[in-house]
């Protein structure tokens, strides 16, 4: 069933100023939608969309963006949650510190932005809130252990806001992402403690390696940016939306009827873990 037209309805995408929210953004705006794409700093290219300020670890700079957009436009149909950011090491090597950081950007941070709009949506009785998960949220990697893990909890968070905000006339729906070549690769963190005294530091070096080599490989954001499409102008969308290549969405499928030991096996040989 479809929804209203995209002319003028209005769309605030977090973490736009590269990667998948800016291809997002871009994409949107081209299609009639009113985007706003929310930046920390000014982008070095301008885009083709209306920005905004906006820390996600920040209280006061969420609310004062949220604001701002009501302001300009009167409303906000739709918000797609895409800030986030890459964190690489083993979890051992994994301090408190970076670990809460990595929750304080891609979980906290998108909690914010909920908290901030859903007033908003409610009042109108409509909306969309897009979250972007990914399918380690499905599917452990390692090495990205406290990436995983948020993507875990966003996960588990939307499943139940979707059921929360359902009688108030709003979408909850998650886009999951496997490979694809963006700025993730080459602004992925490694914690501080993987160096060469470490003892997971060549299997971390290797396995992370391998993750970029995947990533590069698939360069066609076209899947996400059409799932988003999908959502917007579907009045009753799906929950998940996975977005990966045949393999990688075979793999999801596989991990819930594999035993435990035969999964692990495959993601050994995978990484090249001994």
Not at 143 to 163: C, D, H, P, V
Not at 172 to 184: C, Q
């Amino acid at each position: 069933m479809q929804a209203t037209a995209s002319s003028g309805r209005v769309v605030l995408v977090t973490g736009a100023s590269s990667g998948f929210g800016r291809a997002i953004a871009e994409a949107l705006s081209a299609d009639g939608f009113l985007v706003f794409g929310s930046l920390r700093s000014p982008a070095a290219t301008p885009p083709s969309f209306r920005t905004v300020t906006m820390d996600v670890n920040r209280d006061a700079s969420v609310a004062a963006a949220v604001a701002e957009v009501l302001r300009s436009a009167g409303r906000i149909d739709a918000l797609i949650n895409n800030a986030g950011v890459g964190l690489a090491g083993a979890i051992e090597d994994t301090s408190i510190e970076e670990a809460q950081a990595q929750f304080e950007t891609n979980f906290f941070g998108t909690h914010r932005v909920c908290r901030a709009l859903l007033p908003h949506l409610r009042a109108q009785g409509r909306g969309y809130i897009i979250n972007m998960s990914s399918l380690a949220g499905r599917v452990s990697i390692p090495f990205q252990g406290i990436y995983s893990a948020t993507k875990f909890a966003i996960e588990a968070y939307s499943e139940a806001l979707r059921m929360e905000v359902r009688p108030f006339g709003i979408q909850v729906s998650m886009i999951e992402p496997g490979d694809f070549a963006t700025s993730f690769t080459a602004n992925r963190r490694r914690v501080a403690a993987d160096g060469p005294g470490s003892p997971y530091h060549a299997a971390c070096h290797g396995a992370v390696a391998q993750m970029a080599r995947e990533e590069l490989a698939n360069r066609d954001l076209a899947p996400v940016i059409q799932a988003i499409r999908t959502v917007l102008r579907t009045s009753a969308p799906r929950l998940r939306y996975p977005c990966a290549t045949t393999s990688q969405r075979l793999s999801v499928v596989l991990r819930r009827f594999l035993p435990d030991a035969t999964w692990e096996s495959i993601m050994r040989r995978t990484y090249r873990l001994s």
